[in-house]
């Protein structure tokens, strides 16, 4: 392993990992650092939605997770009396059509093994105290847990550290939003004769929200809010009695929880930072935005944050492409948790209506809207990240004439291509045209000829970027001569 490396990234949770995956797996140095002496033995973020498995799936180590989760194929949301929704998730427009049950344990222990199987290791305990940004490349100070301390020399730096991250406070950005005032509880443990198995149970008592996630078998997650905080400090953790008391209350069932793995009270905090990048310096994942549970979408953001850098930030170190490429980064990212944030909070004031006017309203009105097919599809796009795009990226050409199929912004339907060349622009349509881009582009773009398709470029992410029905090469050219290095 470099002592100094291209990239040097801070922290080793599910986002850290994904970045460190996709940098190696383009060919690029890096080191990877974390101030816990081990991966959480934690469930913690519980799901792997569609486009999440997508992109892992493009970058050709998908198989682990799927062996290690499990399908869940819809949720039930009730009052305990009746049913509000059955909302199902079979609708999906993805090769996976369901979000996979899976233990954040589980997620980094995958992310983890490939990585190392790519000759790389997590270094722990190992925290990031300081850095510096000198304009050619970062200054950073390691410390173990020796109290040695290390300077390494990197030409870039990204923040994976968490809702805590050193590296956002280094860069002495605001994060800003707030803490919602209510408490929370968790328990993970084993719940017999709970189903189907296979969907999210929600019951929306009139004295607040239960709700169960399956994880394996009879394991099962479920959170619940304690209503108003009291306090600075949320509540001490809760004993089984307690959860056991919840359950017994709100679910209307004989639901009986035995042998927990894990038992905590939480808050929420809604917080996100306005830039993602600093000089050579970037933040992913909790680092830059922490949201409600509600969707579980979280780690799925923070991932596919991973996803969108990783591969811009190789084609520039490669001098594949000038370094404006990584001026889309934060401006596409923030935008999208800008999104993430704002439907995780609607999704929680909505579970946690105390009035019962209010929650009269709100289950008269979810059984209405999800009584149609096509707001239940659109419902299960949202949660599934699918319906994520880039309309308005600076990396977006939209001079050209689309055609049908998805325009620019969207998100490409089928897999891109595997190895080495799935790390560029893929061009697909007319042979002379796609042929003649890889031709003259031949570190940027890679040809997939398919004379039935209009012409179109697909970043390495998944996403259209120029699309031209008259195939127009030297609009296609104009827009590669403005990324090339």
């Not at 949320?234 to 679910?251: G, V």
């Not at 799925?300 to 404006?324: C, E, H, Y």
């Amino acid at each position: 392993m470099a002592n100094n490396p291209q990239v040097l990234i801070a922290g080793a949770g599910p986002v850290g990992l994904t970045m460190a995956n996709e940098l190696v797996r383009r060919g690029i140095g890096v080191r990877i650092v974390d101030k816990a002496p081990a991966r959480t033995d934690k469930s913690k973020a519980l799901v792997l939605w569609s486009r999440t498995l997508e992109l892992l799936d493009d970058a050709g180590y998908v198989k682990g997770f799927l062996s290690a989760g499990m399908q869940a194929h819809g949720a039930t949301i009730s009052t305990g009396r009746e049913i509000v929704a059955n909302v199902s998730l079979d609708s999906i427009d993805s090769r996976y059509p369901y979000a996979l049950m899976i233990p954040q344990s589980e997620t980094e222990r995958v992310l983890d093994e490939h990585l190392v199987a790519r000759g790389v290791t997590v270094e722990r305990p190992v925290e990031l105290t300081k850095f510096t940004d000198t304009g050619s490349g970062i200054e950073a100070t390691l410390k173990k847990a020796s109290g040695e301390t290390e300077t390494v020399s990197a030409d870039w730096l990204i923040g994976c550290d968490g809702a805590h991250s050193s590296v956002r406070h280094g860069l002495g950005f605001a994060f800003e939003g707030s803490t919602l005032q209510s408490d929370w509880a968790l328990a993970d443990g084993f719940i017999a004769g709970l189903e189907p198995k296979d969907r999210l149970h929600i019951f929306w008592h009139r004295d607040g929200i239960l709700a169960f996630f399956p994880i394996v078998g009879d394991r099962w997650r479920v959170i619940g809010d304690l209503g108003a905080a009291e306090g600075e400090s949320h509540r001490a953790d809760p004993t089984l009695e307690e959860i056991q008391a919840l359950l017994s209350h709100r679910s209307g069932r004989d639901l009986v929880m035995t042998n927990p793995y894990w038992l905590a009270c939480f808050r929420i905090n809604e917080r996100k930072v306005k830039d993602y990048r600093k000089g050579r310096v970037f933040l992913a994942g909790d680092a830059a935005h922490i949201h409600s549970p509600a969707g579980g979408q979280g780690m799925n953001t923070g991932m596919q944050d991973a996803f969108n850098l990783a591969w811009k930030l190789s084609l520039v170190i490669q001098g594949s492409a000038r370094p404006a490429l990584l001026d889309s980064y934060s401006p596409e990212r923030s935008a999208v948790g800008d999104r993430v944030l704002r439907n995780a909070g609607r999704l929680t004031e909505a579970a946690i209506a105390r009035n019962p006017i209010v929650q009269g309203v709100r289950n008269t009105i979810v059984r209405f809207a999800t009584s149609f097919p096509l707001i239940q599809h659109k419902i299960a796009d949202q949660l599934s990240e699918m319906d994520i795009g880039y309309p308005d990226s600076p990396l977006t050409f939209t001079d050209g004439i689309g055609g049908s199929g998805p325009s620019p912004g969207e998100r490409w339907p089928h897999p891109l291509p595997e190895g080495p060349q799935g790390a560029r622009f893929t061009a697909i349509g007319p042979a002379a045209a796609v042929a003649a881009l890889a031709r003259n582009f031949p570190g940027l773009v890679v040809a997939k000829p398919n004379p039935e398709i209009t012409l179109r470029l697909i970043r390495p992410d998944g996403y259209v970027c120029f699309a031209d029905a008259h195939a127009d090469r030297a609009l296609a050219e104009k827009y590669l001569a403005g990324i090339a290095g």
